[in-house]
């Protein structure tokens, strides 16, 4: 897995070493090719850790894969969906309309529209379609399974959301996040034994789940257990996302 700077040099170089003669050839310059395979690995950098839920790592890397090539529809059909994973509603709207503009499969868009619009608790009018797209589109499905759950949790519709997340962690067991919400459900219920086995879960799954590891501190300190707590704190400290935890480190 790529995943530093340095790396991404090294592969780079590698690969331009392979392909460099053939690409100069049909009249495709040196430097061309370099930006062009950079932003290739970029953007693949930034799906990795958009899966493993890195977003501010995932918004660097696909930012560093415009600025070196012309934009593309998938670039920005990428940032579009690290935006909504930010909460950058505004944002997602305007990369969709660059990757349509760009030919990026309208199928695609609606799909990602219809999530943006779950995610917001504006479930009226598109349950039947995202059962559909449950159906119909099991590569996103647990993508569609967080819009849906998030949106019922913005509506307080706690149970439907519970149930919605367990069907989730069934169907995508590997997938830390249903855990991490399991944990924030199981602290809204004052349940903090409770919450601590699923955010161990989650981090059991991705060691870098910053939510999941914050969340532990968190929980750990209403246990009264603060070295553990501490450690929890630490976690996080090592990931882009750190602020929170810098604030709590200090208070244990």
């Not at 790396?7 to 780079?12: G, I, L, Q, R």
């Not at 379609?129 to 706690?158: F, K, P, T, W």
Request: proline share 2%; aromatic share 8%.
């Amino acid at each position: 897995m790529i995943t530093t700077r340095e790396e991404v040099a090294a592969y780079e170089a590698d690969s331009t070493n392979e392909m460099g003669a053939d690409f100069h050839a049909d009249g495709v310059g040196h430097r061309g090719l370099v930006h062009w395979w950079t932003s290739m690995v970029a953007a693949a950098v930034a799906r990795q850790a958009l899966s493993r839920r890195d977003y501010e790592t995932a918004w660097n890397w696909a930012q560093h894969a415009t600025h070196l090539a012309h934009p593309d529809a998938e670039t920005e059909f990428l940032l579009a969906r690290i935006e909504r994973k930010r909460g950058h509603l505004d944002e997602v709207g305007r990369h969709l309309q660059i990757a349509a503009a760009l030919g990026c499969d309208r199928e695609r868009l609606n799909r990602e529209e219809l999530l943006t619009q779950a995610q917001t608790g504006a479930l009226d009018g598109i349950l039947t379609n995202l059962d559909r797209m449950l159906i119909d589109h099991s590569d996103d499905g647990a993508e569609i399974c967080e819009a849906y759950a998030n949106g019922l949790l913005v509506n307080g519709q706690i149970d439907e959301a519970r149930l919605v997340i367990q069907q989730w962690r069934v169907a995508f067991p590997s997938d830390p996040q249903t855990d991490n919400l399991l944990g924030r459900l199981a602290e809204f219920y004052q349940k903090p034994a409770e919450a601590e086995e699923h955010y161990r879960h989650a981090l059991a799954k991705n060691p870098r789940h910053f939510s999941a590891a914050y969340g532990l501190g968190r929980t750990l300190m209403e246990l009264n257990r603060c070295q553990e707590a501490f450690d929890a704190y630490r976690i996080c400290l090592r990931l882009p996302v750190k602020a929170a935890a810098q604030v709590a480190w200090v208070a244990v």
